[in-house]
T-cell receptor
Framework: GENVEQHPSTLSVQEGDSAVIKCTYS??????FPWYKQELGKRPQLIID?????GEKKDQRIAVTLNKTAKHFSLHITETQPEDSAVYFC????????????FGTGTRLTIIP | KAGVTQTPRYLIKTRGQQVTLSCSPI?????VSWYQQTPGQGLQFLFE???????NKGNFPGRFSGRQFSNSRSEMNVSTLELGDSALYLC????????????FGPGTRLLVL
């Protein structure tokens, strides 16, 4: 089955700096890659997603890049703010017959004021 | 639209008991997926229901089961509870089958004593 690895497990950055979280997946047939943000005590919320026919997607301060050849995708947050502090999860969805989200183990991002 | 709701929000049970959790998806969504979230394992996929049919199943023992009703509401049942079943159980709904663009509920926190 699909295996998603996420790094780093914890990340601290100064406010205003950029943060990058990386994920790799094992199933080359995976075709959908969402990122979720989970604040303490709250539900995971979808912040951005990308499909396998696109290499990059951006939404204000958040961007995701996908390298299908390397089976690697990354989340980039620029101009970080205190409210960006949360746990971030990447996920990958398999293709027909294995259409479920497999999640990475999460990255705890702390923004230092 | 109202978001995904889950009941109850908190449960305390003892080993050997069984428990039923409920999830009401966003109106119009026919797909409901269930996940177990624990600090060490992250989000683990349990199963997905679409139009009252189980479409996918994760690697959990048969003690974990679910069903979906004609109004798309879903229930998850865990029989013969074990201490290791203590976790946050999240459901997510989607307008599409197969895992894309999922919206999570607040979760049910289950503590097994």
């Amino acid at each position: 089955g699909e295996n998603v690895e996420q790094h780093p497990s914890t990340l601290s950055v100064q406010e205003g700096d950029s943060a990058v979280i990386k994920c790799t997946y094992s199933d080359s047939a995976s075709n959908y890659f969402p990122w979720y943000k989970q604040e303490l005590g709250k539900r995971p919320q979808l912040i951005i997603d990308i499909r396998s026919n696109v290499g990059e997607k951006k939404d204000q301060r958040i961007a995701v890049t996908l390298n299908k050849t390397a089976k690697h995708f990354s989340l980039h947050i620029t101009e970080t703010q205190p409210e960006d502090s949360a746990v971030y999860f990447c996920a990958a969805k398999g293709d027909f017959g294995n259409e479920k989200l497999t999640f990475g183990t999460g990255t705890r991002l702390t923004i230092i004021p | 639209k109202a978001g995904v709701t889950q009941t109850p929000r908190y449960l305390i049970k003892t080993r050997g008991q069984q428990v039923t959790l409920s999830c009401s998806p966003i109106s119009g969504h026919r797909s409901v997926s269930w996940y177990q979230q624990t600090p060490g394992q992250g989000l683990q996929f349990l199963f997905e229901y679409f139009s009252e049919t189980q479409r996918n199943k994760g690697n959990f023992p048969g003690r974990f089961s679910g069903r979906q009703f004609s109004n798309s509401r879903s229930e998850m049942n865990v029989s013969t509870l074990e201490l290791g079943d203590s976790a946050l159980y999240l459901c997510a709904s989607s307008g599409l089958a197969g895992g894309e663009t999922q919206y999570f509920g607040p979760g049910t926190r289950l503590l097994v004593l």
